[in-house]
Nanobody, 125 residues
Framework: VQLQASGGGLVQPGGSLRLSCSAS?????????MGWFRQAPGKEREFVSAIRWSSPSIVYADSVRGRFTISRDNAKNTVYLQMNSLKPEDTAVYYC??????????????????WGQGTLVTVSS
């Protein structure tokens, strides 16, 4: 597994979770961006957030902007997704992806070549 996603779980509405996506050093050095996507039951996978090593560096879906924060730790070859003020509609399997997305593809699955296995986030009372 080239990308390992973790951190999912059950949280109440309004709560927080931090997802992590770890990559091997070889994978981390071969890519220039990582993204998070999610797929809710019965729905298509959708873009959540991405971070690219070059400018523009960070983008968010409108549905999560202001609540989610993406960041990276180069020393740990890891990208994080801090999720605050979670809502029931955030319930989904969250996937991390790595690749070399350009500006036009950073929000698209086609911008990424390597995918993690997914981690389930459930927001429910």
């Amino acid at each position: 597994v080239q990308l390992q996603a973790s951190g999912g779980g059950l949280v109440q509405p309004g709560g927080s979770l931090r997802l992590s996506c770890s990559a091997s050093r070889s994978v981390f050095s071969s890519i220039n961006g990582m993204g998070w996507f999610r797929q809710a039951p019965g729905k298509e996978r959708e873009f959540v957030s991405a971070i690219r090593w070059s400018s523009p560096s960070i983008v968010y879906a409108d549905s999560v902007r202001g609540r989610f924060t993406i960041s990276r730790d180069n020393a740990k070859n890891t990208v994080y997704l801090q999720m605050n003020s979670l809502k029931p509609e955030d319930t989904a399997v969250y996937y991390c992806a790595g690749g070399r997305p350009i500006t036009s593809s950073i929000r698209s699955e086609r911008g990424y070549t390597t995918w993690g296995q997914g981690t389930l986030v459930t927001v429910s009372s």
